[in-house]
């Protein structure tokens, strides 16, 4: 609600140069801007307060993640609010989060309200499939439009959601269908049906606040529609949590560039062309996901372990198989098993039908169909060589770490988890672990 009158009053102001109101009525939005929860609890900070509303909830959902062993019975969180809204529950008022738990906000001139289920669980020890077929999706309305969100769901691993930019083309009118949107999937794939990303126009409004275009885009992460009028790019976040090193992404495409492309918003002679790009990182205290900054940055930074990205990018109305190495060489860094075990690595894919969509560069008609996409990995917890094993939470950090064996602890997450390294045949300790790195030709590779 707060990105609809934001983009109104900048429209209004662009257009009358005055301000959006002079007597101020009383506010009618109804949002949830931040959820306060002692900082020692959460596992992170980056938080998505936007998502899509959720028909299957009948709510907006936010997912919060704290630590192994909060007791989810007794948590009293408090809730920063648009000005004047109020909320039901009471703010700050003691509730069981073992189930979500529903919230009503109401703005301040009492004629809006807004549901949201709050989520607040322990960090997942399921992995997202590696493999994506593009079959599932569900439809969700917003601004008088109803547009699709994919998700992968498969036995024995966590549900992906994939996001897009679709919550920001739906800003631009009203009336559109899914197969409007930039994003959105087609019944003509390889096997079933594949993604379609098509970049639009964004017609009058869009062109006067310098978006012009949006691209068709499909990602593993968040989209920030609060702030993606400010910053487009700071509002894209890349990374879900993964428990494997990835080694290759594969798949198959057809893309067809669009006729004109538009830099700064004028028609120019350039050629569009697609991109696909993998990322595997490290989080840490400071950077728990990484921002759209990464691409415009040559896929450098910090806490880069590896990345595959696309070179060929040629246009081809037949499916083409393409597979991608990670590259690990560039960036340097060995694994952690342990931190790999407890989450410590996120994992990121990202399609668009134009390079430069993230800067709202493209040619409108570039189509880019995606199927049976697929991340190649090795699972480094081999039983061969790691042991799982328990360990009480009072224990570590400069004292002496002891084994849990309460099996009620371990079921209740009220226990951490670690990797030790066996001993091998000889009964000598296991070598130190190094990633694999993918050889330059005419080389041979192997693990040690």
Not at 74 to 88: D, K, M, N, Q, Y
Request: proline content about 5%.
């Amino acid at each position: 609600m707060k990105l609809k009158n934001l983009f109104t009053c900048t429209v209004t102001g662009l257009l009358l140069c005055t301000s959006c109101i002079k007597d101020e009525a009383p506010n009618a939005e109804a949002d949830i801007l931040n959820c306060i929860l002692p900082a020692e609890m959460l596992t992170g900070t980056d938080i998505d307060y936007n998502r899509p509303y959720d028909k299957s909830l009948n709510a907006y959902p936010i997912y919060i993640e704290v630590n192994n062993g909060t007791d989810l019975t007794r948590l009293a969180p408090t809730f920063e609010l648009t000005e004047g809204a109020s909320i039901e529950p009471a703010n700050g008022s003691t509730q069981n989060f073992t189930n979500p738990v529903r919230y009503t906000v109401t703005s301040e001139d009492k004629n809006w309200h807004r549901t949201y289920a709050i989520n607040i669980h322990y960090p997942e020890t399921k992995s997202i499939p590696t493999v994506f077929n593009f079959e599932n999706v569900k439809t969700v309305p917003y601004n008088k439009n109803e547009y699709y969100v994919l998700y992968e769901a498969a036995s024995g691993y966590s549900t992906l959601t994939w996001s897009s930019g679709n919550q920001g083309f739906a800003l631009t009118g009203s009336g559109y269908t899914p197969n409007d949107f930039p994003t959105s999937i087609s019944p003509n794939g390889r096997t079933g049906n594949c993604l379609q990303l098509i970049t639009r126009k964004t017609g009058s409004l869009g062109t006067l606040v310098g978006m012009p275009i949006a691209a068709g885009n499909l990602f593993i992460g968040s989209f920030d529609i609060g702030s993606a009028m400010s910053d487009a790019l700071s509002a894209t976040k890349f990374g879900t949590t993964f428990y494997y090193e990835p080694i290759k992404l594969v798949g198959y495409y057809k893309y067809k560039a669009g006729p004109e492309f538009y830099e700064n918003g004028e028609s120019t002679n350039r050629k569009d062309v697609f991109n696909i790009y993998a990322l595997f990182y490290e989080k840490t205290k400071d950077v728990q996901m990484l921002d759209g900054h990464i691409a415009k940055n040559n896929y450098e930074h910090e806490n880069m372990v590896a990345a595959a990205v696309i070179t060929d990018t040629h246009e081809t109305s037949e499916w083409t198989r393409f597979e991608l190495d990670f590259d690990y060489e560039h960036y340097g860094k060995t694994i952690d098993p342990q931190k790999l075990a407890n989450g410590g690595y996120n994992v990121s894919i990202v399609l668009s039908a134009s390079k430069d969509g993230d800067v709202f560069q493209g040619a409108p008609g570039s189509t880019l169909l995606i199927d049976d996409l697929e991340l190649v990995c090795n699972n480094h917890l081999d039983k061969n060589r790691y042991e799982k094993i328990y360990i009480n939470l009072d224990t570590g950090f400069g004292k002496p770490r002891t084994v849990c064996t309460d099996k009620q602890k371990q079921n209740n997450h009220q226990c951490s988890i670690a990797w030790l390294g066996v001993r091998n045949q000889s009964g000598s300790q296991p070598r130190r672990y190094r990633p694999t790195a993918f050889p330059r030709r005419n080389t041979q590779h192997r693990r040690i």
